[in-house]
């Protein structure tokens, strides 16, 4: 149970122990500074502790913000400082610290009057400082000046400003005027029942299968019943995130399941639509697969500029972005043409119930496709203009990069040739893979190239990722294995082989999503065992090639069917494992507000 050690004598009137007392908190008092030092060493070591000044005022919203956010080991506000299990040493010295600097003061009496902000001031490492906004979080010296303080904190309707605050800053167009109006009212209808976020981001997904099966029945009232539960699993969606931040309940294992959830439900809803138009005896799994390669290569644009470009801004495309943020509608003009979730969703609830699988799909595609080119072609001009990164900023960005990259044992062993290739030799190395097996389809030729791709791959790792145009490597690899594995089992031409290739794929993908989740969450990359047990992305191309070579269409089919099952429960076991352990263990508390596409 987290303690809150109260300094200073009482302040007759003062309701903050209450109010600590409903944020969670067991409240002792110490009258003086090295008996706040003894209790602060008495709260058991996994324990939060906070220093909070009795003569603190301010709205209960700012003592939440400031002593219970999960995501930071030190957090204070004016008044009040409070540290987790992984700050609690760095606490312990500055209070030692604080208390041997004012051993010649006039006594405990006088020392402990201001102690939480003194402590603060000495600390030896970073402490987080919440914006507090409209809030108001003060220590007043005199009875007027409190009361003043008193009158700001009536003034302010607390509950706004949290309602308001639990909403993501930076959203798209759909979901900051149609979704979280009264999206937030549902999170804090779920606060005020004991809900917690994970609960909210479970029922997003079942709502999103159960609107899978919908679409999967192939009727129009099934595609009509898909479309709206599809709209209210994002509804829940969003709901889950703003829960969060509306009540503080951040972890690892919530960030990790609404990410994983998010494209779970995507998928799942794009088989549904697939199973429908079969029904009607329509073939669109090509066009599923394509979909959520097209999304997850959009994906990974993303990922790789952000972690290969951070902090570059400069160049013609950033001042025009600029120029263009000054100018309001067109703020939100670009951030609906690059069809972020929201957007996404909307659309394809609406062409679900209103059209074909055939329809939706070729429209999912026409938008992403344009969002895919004109984000990456704006941060191609971006990068070309400003100089590679260098210095400890590079050396991270190669290293994120290169984990992306996914690079296998096949890729390691040709690292010998001591090629240095860059983006180029991966656009080279793709091409070759894609073209071949759209030109040859299952042949000797495609498994030639598929051998050159491999040779292109360890070329392109061969150096560190700190080029202008590196970040775009990952999104080559994924590509390259991505668009093989579709052609390849279109080439098939058999009941079964492209579904499997959506397995696959799917499993694949949510591979190279749980590592963007780790690097994002400062975890690290999977273990190189991981990536090696399950071949790298040049060696499953090569493996896939080969097996359409080597293989009947049909049983190229099996043969799909039990790599995807294959792959998909070795990642999954690993993931699991990784992301329960990271909670269990107390790992600092992740919420990452992402891309919104």
């Known amino acids: 149970m987290p303690t809150a050690i109260l300094t200073g004598p009482p302040v007759p009137g003062s309701s903050l122990e209450g109010d600590l007392r409903s944020l969670g908190f067991d409240v002792r008092t110490a009258a003086g500074a090295a008996e706040a030092e003894t209790l602060l060493a008495g ?43 992984s700050g609690r040493q760095a606490l312990t010295r500055a209070m030692a610290r604080e208390n041997s600097a004012s051993a010649q003061g006039a006594g405990n009496g006088t020392l402990v009057e201001g102690l939480p902000d003194r402590v603060t001031a000495a600390l030896d490492t970073d402490v987080h400082r919440p914006e507090l906004g409209s809030l108001v979080a003060a220590v007043p010296a005199d009875p007027q ?51 917690t976020p994970n609960q909210v981001t479970t029922a997003s997904l079942l709502t999103a299968l159960v609107a899978a099966g919908c679409a999967a029945t192939g009727t129009r009232a099934g595609y009509v019943a ?14 889950d995130g703003q829960l969060a931040r ?6 690892t294992l919530g960030a990790w399941l609404d990410a994983t959830f998010d494209r779970a439900k995507e998928y799942a809803f794009y088989a549904g639509l697939a199973l429908g138009a079969a029904r009607d005896g329509d073939d669109v799994w090509a066009l599923a697969l394509g979909a959520i390669i097209l999304q ?3 994906h990974v644009i993303d990922f790789s500029f952000a972690e290969g470009r951070a902090g570059s801004a400069g160049g013609p495309a950033a001042a025009l972005s600029g120029r263009l943020d000054r100018v309001g509608w067109t703020v939100w003009v670009r951030r ?10 909307a659309l394809i609830a609406v062409l679900t119930a209103v059209t074909t699988p055939r329809v939706t799909f070729w429209v999912l595609l026409a938008g992403c496709a344009f969002a895919a080119a004109y984000t990456t072609a704006g941060r191609v001009l971006r990068s070309v203009r400003r100089p590679a990164t260098d210095g400890d900023g590079a050396a991270r960005a190669a290293r994120a990069l290169a984990d992306l990259a996914d690079g296998g044992p096949l890729s390691e062993l040709a690292h010998r040739f001591r090629a240095r290739g860059g983006v180029a030799a991966a656009a080279l190395g793709a091409v070759l893979v894609t073209g071949s097996a759209l030109v040859w389809g299952a042949g000797w030729q495609t498994v030639l190239a598929a051998l050159a791709y491999v040779i292109c791959s360890a070329a392109a790792v061969g150096r560190p990722l700190t080029g202008r145009l590196d970040w775009l490597v990952p999104p080559l690899f994924r590509a390259a294995e991505y668009g093989t594995v579709l052609v390849l089992a279109a080439d098939a031409e058999v009941n079964g082989a492209l579904p499997a290739a959506y397995g696959l794929v799917s499993a694949v993908a949510y591979h190279h999503y749980d590592t963007v989740y780790r690097i994002r969450g400062d975890a690290g990359a999977p273990p190189r065992a991981l990536v090696r ?15 359409a070579a080597v293989l009947t269409a049909s049983g190229f089919t099996v043969a799909l069917t039990a790599l995807a099952v294959a792959v998909a429960l070795v990642v999954l076991a690993e993931s699991i494992r990784f992301w329960v352990a990271a909670h269990q263990g107390d790992a600092p508390a992740v919420h990452d507000e992402g891309e919104p596409a």
Request: with cysteine; hydrophobic share 45%; aromatic share 8%.
């Open 296 to 298: 997850s290569c959009r």
């Open 246 to 251: 509306y009540s503080l309940q951040y972890s």
């Open 43 to 85: 709260v058991p070591g996994e324990d939060r502790v906070a220093l909070v000044d009795t003569r603190f005022v301010g709205h209960v919203h700012a003592l939440r913000l400031g002593l219970t956010d999960p995501r930071f080991p030190l957090s204070a506000i004016p008044g009040a400082v409070t540290a987790q299990r």
């Open 226 to 239: 898909a479309g709206v539960l599809l709209l209210a699993s994002f509804v829940l969606d969003c709901a």
């Open 336 to 345: 609906m043409i690059v069809l972020p979730i929201g957007e996404r969703w």
């Open 533 to 547: 047990a399950i071949g790298g992305h040049e060696g499953r191309t090569l493996a896939v090639a080969v097996l």
């Open 145 to 195: 000046v409190r009361n003043e303080a008193r009158q700001a904190v009536a003034a302010v309707d607390e509950e706004a400003v949290r309602l308001r605050s639990a909403v993501k800053a930076r959203d798209g167009f759909f979901t900051t005027f149609c979704v979280s109006p009264y999206s937030r009212h549902l999170a804090r209808w779920c606060a005020r029942r004991g809900l």
